[in-house]
């Protein structure tokens, strides 16, 4: 039996627990950056693009999985200067599992529409169409499920190991 050192699970099980708490961290600070922008100033912007990006992913089985997210391109201007975005939310990417869902976000959103933008007044160049971040209940629960999921199995792990050394 190896004594010390890192196995393949430990490895994995860091990753997986780095990961969660990265997740929960971008999350948390969506969340705070929402709240935040609840103060921010607004201005007139103008939708000048949308589009959506397919993706095809294949896991090791050979099994494919789609998704569809769907972008807004707007542009606005605060204090005779023009900037543009495509931060809808503080959610990050929209992304769908059918190309029908992508497109029934993207109607709210019709090229050359006008929208309320809010905008950081202390950096212009940040702004966002709604002042949320949506998704951030599941991303909250997803995060410290990774997490919690992460330590169990390594605790697991080592009293399997520890019971193999005892034996």
């Known amino acids: 039996m190896k004594k010390g050192g890192f196995g393949c699970t430990t490895i994995g099980l860091l990753f997986m627990l780095a990961m969660g708490a990265f997740w929960l961290f971008y999350t948390i600070n969506g969340m705070k950056l929402a709240e935040a922008s609840q103060t921010w100033p607004s201005t007139t912007g103008i939708v000048e693009d ?35 975005s495509q931060r809808v939310d503080f959610g990050g990417t929209k992304s769908y599992g059918s190309s029908s869902r992508a497109e029934d976000f993207l109607s709210q959103y019709p090229v050359g529409k006008q929208v309320e933008v809010f905008y950081d007044p202390d950096d212009v160049g940040e702004a966002v169409l ?38």
Do not use: C, F, H, P
């Not at 990006?53 to 023009?82: L, W």
């Not at 709604?130 to 909250?140: D, H, K, P």
């Open 50 to 84: 949308t589009w959506i990006d397919r993706e095809v992913d294949t896991d090791s089985d050979g099994d494919t999985r789609t998704t569809y997210k769907a972008y807004v391109k707007y542009s606005y201007q605060v204090n005779g200067a023009t900037y543009s």
């Open 130 to 167: 709604v002042r949320e971040a949506s998704g951030a209940t599941v991303s909250i629960i997803g995060s410290i499920a990774m997490m919690i999921i992460s330590v169990v199995s390594w605790v697991g792990a080592l009293i399997k190991r520890n019971r193999g050394a005892v034996l």
